[in-house]
Each structure stands twice: as structure tokens, then as C-alpha cells.
T-cell receptor, first 114, second 113 residues
Framework: GDSVTQMEGPVTLSEEAFLTINCTYT??????LFWYVQYPGEGLQLLLK?????DKGSNKGFEATYRKETTSFHLEKGSVQVSDSAVYFC?????????????FGTGTRLQVFP | SQTIHQWPATLVQPVGSPLSLECTVE??????LYWYRQAAGRGLQLLFY??????ISSEVPQNLSASRPQDRQFILSSKKLLLSDSGFYLC????????????FGDGTRLSIL
């Protein structure tokens, strides 16, 4: 079945460092891809999305490009801030059902220190 | 705009007691609704989803049940809680079409003593 694999965390960075969180997927067909962010004690917020190959989703300085050839959707940010500390989830739309169910990765915790 | 509300935000319950968590959505009609559980330091586990009033699909066998008595109301229940039911419970909604994102509530942290 379809699945999402994220890099193990935590990812620990100093403020203003470059961030990459890897996400690869396995899917039949052409799913949409999402990144969600979860701040401590809160629910998940949609960060960005891409619906087809070569699309780039971007928001709040974060970017991710839908790479069909490598089945990847890595999250990047050029200069992280302490306020970016959170758990990041990669997800894909499940095309095996006639619904909009999503399949989530296990999440990657990011810790940014001043 | 659409909003989603979950309550309570935190809950401490003894083993064997009943549970009722409520989720409501405003600003949209006929949403798909979801209940997830997130164990400490873990990913999301989809528990139930619903595409309409009275229509509930269960993803995993467990001690919990869900109901949708109204179009924008989704309730998670248990008759007798277990220690393993502890976790962070998240409700989400989506527009019902493929490839759409889901939108999450702020969650309920449930601790079983």
C-alpha cells in the first residue's frame, strides 16, 4: 500500500541555519503531497502542498518540490528561527479510496536554538 | 471562513470510566470528518472517518466508538476507558474531494489514571 517515510528526528539546528527534512513516498498513481506542522500542545496546521509533479509548495519561507522521479517531497528553509521549533509531518493523499483520506509519515521534530 | 472546535482541551479520567469528546465544524456543509490519536512522541493513527450523518468507518479495532449525529458534529466515545487509551486526540475535517488537505482542531489531551 501507499506509504510515507520521513527522516528520524530530532533535527537540532542553530538559528539561521539551513533546514532540510527528507520525505519520500510510495504510491500507485499520482497523489497530492502535503507538509503539516504541529507546535507544542496544538493540532496540525497545513504548511504547504503540491498536487502534481514538479509543483513547488511554499509558505512562511518553507518550500518543497514534488519530485516524481525520486518520489520525494523534501521540506527546506533557508534560515530557521527558534519559532520554527515544532514537529513536521509529511503526508500524501490516499488514492485507493474514493475519499480524501491522507497517509501521514511519523513526523520529524525540529529543535532550533538561539 | 471555516473553523473547527474540539473540547475539552485536556481531560483526566480514571480507568473504567466513560468518555465523550466532541468536535464541531463551522462555515462548511457536508464535510468529511476524522478522529486521530497521537501517542506520546508518535505519529498519527486514524481511528474513524465519516462522509456523512450516521456514516462511520472504523480504521482499527479498539475500545472506542464514533458517532455523527449532525452534519458538522463528530463525537468520540468509550464506555470503559483503558490505560492504553491515553493520548492526544485530534479531530479534522476536509471538503470531501480527493487531493484536498485536512484541517485540524487543537486536540484533546487525555490522561487515564
Amino acid at each position: 500500500g501507499d506509504s510515507v517515510t520521513q527522516m528520524e528526528g530530532p533535527v537540532t539546528l542553530s538559528e539561521e541555519a539551513f533546514l532540510t527534512i527528507n520525505c519520500t513516498y510510495t504510491a500507485t498513481g499520482y497523489p497530492s503531497l502535503f507538509w503539516y506542522v504541529q507546535y507544542p500542545g496544538e493540532g496540525l496546521q497545513l504548511l504547504l502542498k503540491a498536487t502534481k509533479a514538479d509543483d513547488k509548495g511554499s509558505n512562511k519561507g518553507f518550500e518543497a518540490t514534488y519530485r516524481k522521479e525520486t518520489t520525494s517531497f523534501h521540506l527546506e528553509k533557508g534560515s530557521v528561527q527558534v519559532s520554527d521549533s515544532a514537529v513536521y509531518f509529511c503526508a500524501l493523499s490516499d488514492l485507493s479510496y474514493n475519499t480524501d483520506k491522507l497517509i501521514f509519515g511519523t513526523g520529524t521534530r525540529l529543535q532550533v536554538f538561539p | 471562513s471555516q473553523t473547527i472546535h474540539q473540547w475539552p482541551a485536556t481531560l483526566v479520567q480514571p480507568v473504567g470510566s466513560p468518555l465523550s469528546l466532541e468536535c464541531t465544524v463551522e462555515g462548511t456543509s457536508n464535510p468529511n470528518l476524522y478522529w486521530y490519536r497521537q501517542a506520546a512522541g508518535r505519529g498519527l493513527q486514524l481511528l474513524f472517518y465519516s462522509v456523512g450523518i450516521g456514516q462511520i468507518s472504523s480504521e482499527v479495532p479498539q475500545n472506542l466508538s464514533a458517532s455523527r449525529p449532525q452534519d458538522r458534529q463528530f463525537i468520540l466515545s468509550s464506555k470503559k476507558l483503558l490505560l492504553s487509551d491515553s493520548g492526544f486526540y485530534l479531530c479534522a475535517w476536509s471538503g470531501g474531494q480527493r487531493n484536498q488537505p485536512q484541517h485540524f482542531g487543537d486536540g484533546t489531551r487525555l490522561s487515564i489514571l
